[in-house]
């Protein structure tokens, strides 16, 4: 079986990783269920590379019912020891307008009902992880140097809220996730990113701002049509910024 040590999952508007060479599909079924996806493992800028899309493909799996176990025990059992996570997100912060690539260091959750833990699985056993800082400072590091090198604007840092979905956020929920002290607002990094951390898994999230949350930044409704095309003009930002990752790892 093909072998990486990064693992990149994508999210809504990074379902497909055509650049990704030579890669041959995996169907891995784990203790906890069938991943979202194959598990596409090739090569990416000469680095071995795994890839998972989060929501399926095609996307059609809602955020609350993405199996995250299953996801991450799939990239480790083909050896991935780092994952890249790419989210889109709503911003709350001033500074988190339509098309700002992101690196949050903190989060907040405020999902439920979700396998939150490898331990909800029968006969595992109980791991209390230390979830000081959820994302690797490490890959954090990494991120923002390869942000510099190939010029592209990368905010260090960021509170990011976690909430149920599908449906987007009340504007009387964002006033409550700013007083919180939340900066984005996304769906999919809990449970991923404590699973990565049970796991042993190095992870960082690269949160692409698709739009301003409910209330924020002037609009009275959030387009579906507006998001899509914020999301495909960043996205190949993020192709950029991960091409520059990669030689480094």
Known sequence: MSRADIGIIGGTGFGRLAELQSAQALDLDTAYGQPSSPVLVGSMASVPVAFLARHGTPHRIAPHRVNYAANIAALKAVGVRRIIAINA?????????????????QLIDYSHGRISSFSDVEGQAVEHIDFTDPFSQTLRLKLLEAARS??????????????????????AEIVRLAR????????????????????????AAIAVVANAAAGCGGSEVIGMHEIEQTLAQAMHRVLKLVNALLPSL
């Open 150 to 171: 190939a010029a592209i604007d990368l905010h260090d840092g960021g509170v990011l809220a976690v909430t149920q979905g599908p449906r987007l956020e009340t504007r």
């Open 89 to 105: 997100v709503g911003g709350i912060a001033e500074w988190a307008g339509p098309g700002v690539l992101a690196l949050p260091d």
């Open 180 to 203: 919180d002290g939340c900066d984005l607002v996304g769906m999919t990094s809990m449970p991923e990113a404590a699973l990565a951390r049970e796991a042993g898994i190095d992870y």
